[in-house]
């Protein structure tokens, strides 16, 4: 056997847990930072993120993707209270009927 096999398992080893650790992190940072950004952005413009936008309006995408924000509040232990989450749950919901009646806007 190699005297140099060992050394370069165990770097082998290293490499890959540090990239699993920096994965891990960019995933939790793309699935929960993102849907805590769209949340602010909604809550203070009342219109879809800009991110949503696209060449083509599309509303019923839209509402789609504030479901999904909407369902994930109710999951999400990110809350400081029940009593938060009740409320932003109610926010959200009213914007979601302000859109589904008024249409969705792009920008003001």
Not at 17 to 41: C, D, P, T, Y
């Amino acid at each position: 056997m190699s005297p140099l096999l060992l050394p370069a398992a165990v770097a082998a080893l290293v490499a890959i847990m540090l990239f699993a650790v920096w994965w891990v992190n960019f995933v939790a940072k793309f699935a929960i930072g993102n849907r805590h950004q769209w949340i602010s952005e909604i809550l203070e413009t009342r219109l879809p993120p800009e991110k949503w936008r696209g060449s083509t309006p599309n509303g019923d995408r839209m509402l789609k993707k504030l479901d999904q924000l909407i369902e994930y509040v109710k999951m999400t232990r990110f809350t400081d209270s029940e009593d938060d989450r009740c409320e932003l749950i109610a926010e959200l919901s009213d914007i979601r009927a302000e859109w589904e009646t008024n249409g969705v806007k792009e920008h003001k």
